[in-house]
């Protein structure tokens, strides 16, 4: 129960800009390695008008149709589902911590919201060269939402989430460590992002996310 042990024994909660918290050492040596050899194409490569945030969650209304579609870019983004999962077998593990009572009911007392009947949602991320993602609050169907951050690739510690006022200024950058994370629960001014930044090579990560909609992985009882 590696993520389990991290919260409760390597966090520490913080309350500016809001409410987070961040941990130490939650992924396993093998979900690492998942995480770093995952194949995400690089959207910057396709015919897409690209405009370098990341679909979905944040960026021109072209590229994000709705949860249920993604529209164009769903498809440059690996989401861990049942059908990829013996891709992935020790972050399905990492999925299955996360689906449990105990870790579900930890995190709903951290962040005060009930987790008893939602899903897991978990995505590996590779941001390259031109990436940023415009200052937002995440939509209220994300009742958890945090990164893990894996820097193999030694990137600057600069590369980690911006975190801005209710005046949107920038007041904080959780570090982009390796085998570093933090989670937080959506609200009002929970504003958050990252600048336009210089990434040499790659900025690998896992979003995680316990979410009000349907997924493949619902939590237990």
């Excluded at 990341?54 to 209304?61: E, K, L, P, T, Y």
């Excluded at 949860?67 to 593990?93: M, Q």
């Excluded at 510690?157 to 904080?172: H, S």
């Excluded at 460590?177 to 210089?198: A, D, V």
Aim: proline share 3%; aromatic share 12%.
């Amino acid at each position: 129960m590696s993520f389990l042990n991290s919260i409760k024994n390597q966090s520490k909660n913080h309350k500016f800009p809001f409410d987070h918290w961040e941990y130490n050492n939650a992924l396993t040596p093998g979900a690492i390695e998942e995480v770093i050899k995952a194949d995400i194409p690089d959207i910057s490569k396709h015919n897409l008008n690209y405009d370098g945030t990341r679909a979905i969650d944040g960026g021109a209304a072209e590229f994000r149709e709705g949860i249920a579609s993604g529209g164009e870019a769903i498809k440059f983004r690996c989401f861990i589902t049942k059908d990829n999962a013996s891709k992935f077998p020790h972050l399905v593990k990492f999925i299955n911590e996360l689906q449990s009572k105990e870790t579900h009911e930890t995190i709903s007392k951290m962040i005060n919201k009930d987790l008893s009947n939602s899903y897991v949602r978990l995505e590996v991320i590779c941001d390259r060269e031109g990436f940023w993602l415009k200052p937002h609050c995440d939509i209220k169907e994300k009742l958890m939402s945090g990164l893990i951050f894996v820097n193999n690739a030694r990137e600057s510690e600069d590369l980690g989430t911006d975190f801005y006022n209710e005046k949107l200024e920038k007041v904080k950058t959780v570090p982009y460590k390796h085998n570093y994370g933090y989670l937080f629960t959506s609200g009002p001014n929970t504003w958050h992002g990252m600048e336009k930044k210089k990434i040499v090579k790659e900025r690998r990560c896992i979003q995680v996310n316990y979410v009000t909609f349907e997924t493949d992985w619902k939590v237990k009882y």
